[in-house]
């Protein structure tokens, strides 16, 4: 069974920093990419970030250099560190695995980011 597990979500000032962690099981997640997406209420899913399985990133306009994605396969997770979080970061993030051959995608249940101005 296939699970995606997010935390280090929560409530932060504007300006502050949050550092959130999926962890994988059930996948080998290292063949995965895998990424980061948010939904604010009201709105669409949208790309906050991904990272392939060979490292390579592609982040959302309004993230870039703000926000930075990482994986550590020996741990089989994935993290975005959060910096200069602005009250429009808030939504739920959650975390997607995606075998990028077949199609296969996975989603975690998402965790709450909520930024007070």
């Known amino acids: 069974q296939v699970q995606l597990v997010e935390s280090g979500g929560g409530l932060v000032q504007s300006g502050g920093s949050l550092r959130l962690s999926c962890a994988a099981s059930?996948?080998?997640?290292?063949?995965?990419?895998m990424g980061w997406y948010r939904q604010a209420p009201g709105k669409q899913r949208e790309l906050v970030a991904t990272i392939s399985s060979g490292g390579s990133t592609t982040y959302g306009d309004s993230v870039k250099g703000r926000f930075t994605i990482s994986r550590d396969n020996a741990k089989n997770a994935v993290y975005l560190q959060m910096n200069s979080l602005k009250p429009e970061d808030t939504a739920v993030y959650y975390c997607?695995?995606?075998?990028?051959?077949?199609?296969?995608?996975?989603w975690g249940q998402g965790t709450q980011v909520t930024v007070s101005s």
């Open positions: 059930g996948i080998i997640s290292s063949i995965y990419q």
């Open positions: 997607n695995a995606i075998r990028v051959r077949s199609g296969i995608s996975y």
